[in-house]
């Protein structure tokens, strides 16, 4: 009986506003009935599941949940490199919530914010320390630098990051440090303002300028030393921006110009970028990608052998800030300048796609039918989740999970954000110190 009504309640959700208003609230109604039911009779609500998805239930379990055939062992020691501006803050709440869960010990930040040392390399003072000497999960901003980190964690440590499009990153960066303003950009797309001559730029935002260049590499470790902007200016020019802050005057520099020009590349820059990014590509076991997110999840979730419970997510996405200059294109020559500028940046974006596609050709046409599973279960998830009822939520089982159950307190977990995590997390860090000091 209260399947039906759960049924009938997805069905309505995707009718016209008025309608569903009276209706739902009959239905909400009916509920708190159903829900006095299900605690008396020890019934569940059930989600409905398409046929066609439970049409592949005869497909072996073990071989369906672990992927390459063989039992695997839920991975619970991982490093995730929190690289700025990338949609990551989703994910740290994730593995805040998995790690919560499973009483996992956090490398938490000594100062309040979410930084662990950075932008410098993470030392010791810049996290609280563990009561057993053991970390299990790094999930807040590094700098991530491999032989720190690797003394730092378990041998058994899984790494992953995450990156973006270039292009939208720096748009996101502009509005993040509010560089329209600091580089006294007047524009309809400030972005693309810069990005016509972006070295014009550079001696008035010393401090700013690795927010606009190979900042995600730099978060990657990357030694941007080799790929600093700083080939002296021709003297015509007669720079004027030589102080923070001063106003560019861009009037004589042409317009239409390419980078290349104006940017010094170390001769030896195409070799140290190819051999750290494949150093990360070695040790890392995946780096996602925030235009497939839900894919990067997928297969996150299939390398790490967590459950599909484990990677559901708030679809309110995190700092997702409506900037006017969000949704501006660019013109080719913008688009070949910020590839200069920002070329580690490129080519970390651009080699990690690429990978994270051969990992999931790799795995076989299921792939897309977990996808799309997840994808479905995410999002009704996150609308039972909206209605805030008091009634639990039972997942069935299929091809990629075991049956589980979603309760409001869940719900409000889902909803969490990073900041309320690291208080939570901090204070289960505080009772281990004093469960260690009361039993030593
Ligand atoms: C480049 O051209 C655009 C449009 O023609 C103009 O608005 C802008 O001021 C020019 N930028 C520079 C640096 O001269
Ligand atoms: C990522 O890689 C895939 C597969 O090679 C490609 O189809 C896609 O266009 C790439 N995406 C971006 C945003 O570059
Ligand atoms: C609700 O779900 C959470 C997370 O799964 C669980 O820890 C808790 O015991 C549940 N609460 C009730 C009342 O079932």
Redesign the pocket.
Known sequence: MDNKLLSLLVYFRLKNKERWMLIGLTLVLSVIVVAFLAANFGQKGRLPVSTELQSQQHVDRAEQLYGSGGRCRERTNFVFVKVHKCGSHTTTCILQRFGYERGLTFMLPAQDGPNIGYPRFPKTGDYLPSSNGVFNVIADHIRYKKDIVTSLMPHDTAYFAILR?PLSHLKSVFNWKHLDKILRIKAENPVGRFLDTPWYYRASIQGMVRYTANLMAYDMGLNIAYFKQNRPLPSKLNFPGQHYGKSPRISHIQNGTKAEKYLYLHPKTADILHQYITSIDQDFILVMIL?YYDESLVMLKRLMCWGIRDILYDLDVRNNEPYRYKHKDFTEVQKDNHRLWSLADYAFY?HF??TL?EKISSQGPDFFEELSYFKFINKDVNWYCSMKLEITWTIPSSNWNEAFVLNRTFCEWLALKRWHWDDILKEEHIKKWHRKSFFS
Request: net charge negative; proline share 0%; aromatic share 16%.
């Open positions: 499009h235009e651009e796609n690429s596609w």
